[in-house]
Nanobody, 125 residues
Framework: QVQLVESGGGLVQAGGSLRLSCAASGLTFGRYNMGWFRQALGKEHEFVAA????????YYADSVKGRFTISRDNAKNTVYLQMNSLKPEDTAVYYC??????????????????WGQGTQVTVSS
């Protein structure tokens, strides 16, 4: 049974930082491209960042470029999202999602293989 478990969310003031983690089990983690999405209340889910199965390439939404960093540790079956200079508009539930390495990571989120349950990030002004 595949599980993706996010952690690290919480309440932070604008300008602060958080680091999210997503621990994977039940899959060969090193064979999956990984990414993060977010969904704010009343809005569609939004692509945030992705990293290839080797960690060699990373991709970001324009809204987070320069502030967020995605990374992975294949030995720990974990992907991370370091979030700096947080803004109130970053408030959302953040989800990690996995896509088998043979496919391009689908930034629409419609064709990904596995999702986590999400972790809430709230940025106060």
């Amino acid at each position: 049974q595949v599980q993706l478990v996010e952690s690290g969310g919480g309440l932070v003031q604008a300008g602060g930082s958080l680091r999210l983690s997503c621990a994977a089990s039940g899959l060969t983690f090193g064979r999956y491209n990984m990414g993060w999405f977010r969904q704010a209340l009343g809005k569609e889910h939004e692509f945030v960042a992705a990293i290839t199965w080797t960690g060699g390439s990373t991709y970001y939404a324009d809204s987070v470029k320069g502030r967020f960093t995605i990374s992975r540790d294949n030995a720990k079956n974990t992907v991370y999202l370091q979030m700096n200079s947080l803004k109130p508009e970053d408030t959302a539930v953040y989800y990690c999602a996995a896509s088998y390495y043979g496919r391009t990571y689908d930034r629409s989120g419609r064709n990904l293989d596995y999702w986590g349950q999400g972790t809430q990030v709230t940025v106060s002004s």
